[in-house]
């Protein structure tokens, strides 16, 4: 059985699809999207040695060696252009997401849709999507085992949509943002009285001008924010 997140990414995986997974680890994902029907075949990404071992016995043990490969590498570089439609990578932070997407912009040729589930950082994987023309075309928020994480749903622009994007859609999420549910509303809580706390601590003892410029910014976040949660 998968977690739920990992659920909620294969849920919007298009059937039929040709799938990357990139920092597959053990493999679950593919493996899980192969038996229920949403993919015709993948490609397991992995960096490090121990989590490429356990893909490949993952993928062995489900007897999909056929149909799932397993390929050591950083990112993108273990898919060709045009070679998959679909690519997920979940389970990391978002800027190491970014510098996934941003390292193998030319493998992402043909690629239709991205399902890109961050732990951290969402709002630099939204601004990267922004600035490369990949539009958002859904977003989940959702609480497991005390821990919320985002799922963030992209598909290739036409480049013809003159985007404005507000600063709170970009931190929070458009779709997230719209919907204000109960995983949503408990993480934003939880930022802003982690922001508090360092508002706090700068008060205390930070007189530099640095300090006082980052002080001055959380609260405008903190601000930003509050108000959307009213
Ligand atoms: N995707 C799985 C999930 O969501 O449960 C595994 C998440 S695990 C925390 C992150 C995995 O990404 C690790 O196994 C790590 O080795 C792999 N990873 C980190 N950077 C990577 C990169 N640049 N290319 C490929 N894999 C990477």
């Known amino acids: 059985k998968l977690s739920k997140r990992l659920e909620t990414v294969v849920s919007f995986i298009p059937k039929q699809s040709k799938l990357a997974d990139i920092g597959s680890d053990h493999a679950y994902l593919p493996?899980?999207?192969?038996?229920?029907?949403?993919?015709?075949?993948?490609?397991?990404?992995?960096?490090?040695?121990?989590?490429?071992?356990?893909?490949?016995?993952?993928?062995?043990?489900?007897?999909?060696?056929?149909?799932?490969?397993?390929?050591?590498?950083?990112?993108?570089e273990v898919i060709q252009?045009?070679?998959?439609?679909?690519?997920?990578?979940?389970?990391?932070?978002?800027?190491l997401i970014k510098n996934i997407l941003d390292k193998g912009k030319e493998?992402?040729?043909?690629?239709?849709?991205?399902?890109?589930?961050?732990?951290?950082?969402?709002?630099?994987?939204?601004?990267?999507?922004?600035?490369?023309?990949?539009?958002?075309?859904?977003?989940?928020?959702?609480?497991?085992d005390g821990k919320i994480?985002?799922?963030?749903?992209a598909e290739k622009g036409d480049g013809k949509k003159p985007y404005v994007h507000l600063e709170?859609?970009?931190?929070?999420?458009?779709?997230?943002l719209k919907e204000q549910n109960e995983a949503f509303?408990?993480?934003?809580?939880q930022e802003i009285a982690q922001w508090r706390k360092i508002v706090h601590e700068l008060s205390k003892k930070a007189t530099t001008d640095e300090a006082l410029a980052k002080r001055k910014e959380l609260e405008r976040k903190i601000q930003l924010v509050e108000g959307i949660l009213e």
């Open 107 to 144: 493998k992402l040729v043909g690629v239709k849709r991205l399902i890109l589930q961050p732990n951290v950082g969402a709002h630099v994987v939204r601004q990267w999507l922004i600035d490369h023309d990949w539009e958002l075309i859904a977003e989940r928020i959702l609480e497991e």
């Open 185 to 189: 509303r408990k993480k934003w809580r």
């Open 149 to 153: 994480y985002e799922v963030l749903v």
């Open 31 to 76: 493996c899980y999207a192969y038996l229920n029907g949403y993919i015709t075949m993948a490609v397991a990404g992995e960096i490090t040695d121990g989590p490429l071992r356990s893909a490949r016995e993952q993928v062995k043990k489900t007897g999909l060696e056929h149909v799932i490969s397993v390929r050591k590498g950083d990112g993108l």
């Open 168 to 176: 709170a859609e970009v931190l929070l999420g458009p779709f997230l």
């Open 81 to 95: 252009p045009n070679e998959v439609d679909c690519i997920t990578i979940a389970g990391m932070g978002g800027t």
